[in-house]
């Protein structure tokens, strides 16, 4: 158990829809990373954020947002939601934002139909 | 850019030693990692080297980091049926702060 915690763990939605996955870090963590795994494109950051700041940004399309929320737990919303964003959503966390370890939770399998 | 190449596939026999190997782009990177993933289950953090380290050393775990050739691998000793999963190698440039780019990840298939 690395102590990242996401909910839901499952989750069906129909196209067009939004939907809202959330984490919870680490005791003591700081920064909250957000990373899509899909079969065709593999592990892709997302966004980072560090003590309710935006830190780093990846590969997050404009349809999807993330906030850090002042208990340091994190979302992600994704809406108009189309059949390719069916993919694993993980939430990471590490006490820093550099320099550090980072640690992953069991993710957030959304399918989209 | 950054790029990080692993193998899809490796298999050995039970008992073996597993040696899992990664190129990766980026000279600047800071930190290597290498993460587990198991059928169905989250992102396991292995180990990790900073790269001013050669080696590190782990139990059963051996990284090895050629700067130079910009190489990393994991050795496996005496590999066991639960070390079957996929391993994933990673690269931090900023140590975490843009975020770490993965490789495709190798499955590690163990023969009995």
């Known amino acids: 158990d690395s102590g990242v915690t996401q909910t839901p763990k499952h989750l069906i939605t129909a196209t067009g829809q939004r939907v809202t996955l959330r984490c919870s870090p680490r005791s003591g963590d700081l920064s909250v990373y957000w990373y899509q795994q899909s079969l065709d494109q593999g592990l892709q950051f997302l966004i980072q954020y560090y003590n309710g700041e935006e830190r780093a940004k990846g590969n997050i399309l404009e349809r999807f947002s993330a906030q850090q929320f002042p208990d340091l737990h994190s979302e992600l919303n994704l809406s108009s939601l189309e059949l390719g964003d069916s993919a694993l959503y993980f939430c990471a966390s590490s006490l820093r934002w550099t320099g550090n370890t980072i640690y992953f939770g069991e993710g957030s399998w959304l399918t989209v139909v | 850019g950054e790029d990080v190449e692993q193998s899809l596939f490796l298999s050995v026999r039970e008992g073996d030693s597993s040696v899992i190997n990664c190129t990766y782009t980026d000279s600047s990177s800071t930190y290597l990692y290498w993460y587990k993933q198991e059928p169905g289950a989250g992102l396991q953090l292995l180990t990790y080297i900073f790269s001013n380290m050669d080696m590190k050393q782990d139990q059963r775990l051996t990284v090895l980091l050629n700067k130079k050739d910009k190489h990393l691998s994991l050795r496996i000793a005496d590999t066991q049926t639960g070390d079957s999963a996929i391993y994933f190698c990673?690269?931090?440039?900023?140590?975490?702060?843009?975020?770490?780019?993965f490789g495709k990840g190798t499955h590690l298939i163990i023969q009995p």
């Open positions: 990673a690269e931090s440039i900023g140590g975490g702060a843009d975020g770490l780019t």
